[in-house]
C-alpha cells in the first residue's frame, strides 16, 4: 500500500501551522515551522496565494489526512461511513479517526507522535484485549483494554514516550495506567474531547459536493 515517505515538516509547512507529526521536536526551538513558515518548494516563500472557497474546504481535508496518517481512498471511507451514521457528520468522521489503534496507542503516551505509535502496532508490540493486533487502522471500541505486550516493554521508545505523555493531558475518553503500560476505552470520545484545529464542517461540504 502507499504511503508517505518524504520529511514530515513538509506537511506542517504546507499547511501553515503545526501538525505535530516528530513528538519532541515540534515543541522544541528545531521545528522547522518556527524557522520557516512558508509553504515548502522553490516559490513558496513568495507565492503568497489567499486561499478561499473549495481551497479552504481542500486544505481542511489534507490537514485532518495527514494528522492521522490517512491515504485519500481510506480517508474517504471514513467519511461515507460517517454519513451512515446518525449525528453530525463531521464530529462521527473525528470519532472513527480517533478510534483508530494507532492514534489510541499515541493518547495513551505510548508513541510521541501517530507515525511512531504506528509503527508500533505494526511491529507487533500492542495487544488488545490480551490479542496481538498489528492493523493500525483496527477501530477500538468502549471497553477494550489496549496494552503494549510484556516482551515489548523494554523497546528504548516508550520510556522516552512516557517521559513525553507526562506532561500532556489525558483524554477524558481513555483509562491510563502508564506504569503498566496499558489503558481501557472507557467511552466513545465527543468533538468536545478531540482537541485539533480542524474545522471538519469544511470536510463535509467538500465531500458533500
Known amino acids: ?3 508517505y515517505t518524504d520529511a514530515v515538516c513538509r506537511l506542517c509547512r504546507r499547511e501553515g501551522i503545526k501538525l505535530f507529526l516528530k513528538g519532541t521536536k515540534c515543541f ?10 512558508f509553504a515548502p518548494g522553490q516559490h513558496g516563500k513568495d507565492r503568497k496565494t489567499k486561499v478561499v ?3 479552504l474546504q481542500l486544505r481542511e481535508k489534507q490537514k485532518a489526512k495527514r494528522i492521522y496518517f490517512t491515504q485519500e481512498g481510506q480517508f474517504r471511507n471514513y467519511f461515507e461511513k460517517a454519513v ?6 463531521g464530529a462521527k468522521l473525528l470519532e472513527q479517526l480517533e478510534r483508530r489503534l494507532d492514534n489510541v496507542v499515541y493518547r495513551l503516551g505510548f508513541g510521541i507522535s501517530r507515525r511512531q505509535a504506528r509503527q508500533l502496532v505494526r511491529h507487533g508490540h500492542v495487544q488488545v ?14 471497553g477494550e ?3 503494549i505486550r510484556e516482551s515489548s516493554r523494554k523497546v528504548p521508545i516508550l520510556e522516552i514516550a512516557k517521559d513525553f505523555a507526562s506532561h500532556q493531558p489525558a483524554p477524558v475518553w481513555l483509562e491510563i495506567d502508564r506504569e503498566n503500560y496499558k ?13 485539533l484545529p480542524v474545522n471538519e ?9
Open 28 to 37: 522544541s526551538d528545531k521545528c522547522p515551522i518556527e524557522k520557516r513558515n
Open 84 to 89: 451512515r451514521f446518525k449525528g453530525v457528520t
Open 129 to 142: 484485549n490480551g490479542r496481538k493486533v498489528n492493523i493500525p487502522s483496527y477501530e477500538v471500541s468502549v
Open 53 to 55: 472557497g473549495y481551497g
Open 201 to 209: 464542517q469544511l470536510i463535509v461540504e467538500l465531500y458533500s459536493k
Open 145 to 147: 483494554e489496549i496494552a
Open 183 to 195: 489503558g481501557r476505552v472507557i467511552a466513545l470520545p465527543r468533538r468536545e474531547d478531540i482537541q
Open 1 to 3: 500500500m502507499a504511503r
